[in-house]
């Protein structure tokens, strides 16, 4: 899945994922939730 893709799964604007990805940006609980959610992943594989 694209960084494009990833945003547009989950109504984000690219530059999130871009900074999320480039340590920049700490995302929220929610965004967090929405990556597991897009990825289908456990929340817990995002932090390994």
């Not at 945003?7 to 871009?18: F, G, L, N, Q």
């Not at 967090?32 to 817990?44: D, R, T």
């Amino acid at each position: 899945m694209t960084q494009v893709e990833l945003a547009a799964e989950m109504d984000i604007d690219v530059r999130t994922i871009k900074n999320i990805e480039s340590g920049k940006y700490n995302p929220t609980l929610v965004v967090i939730l929405g990556l597991a959610s897009a990825l289908e992943v456990k929340v817990s594989e995002l932090f390994k």
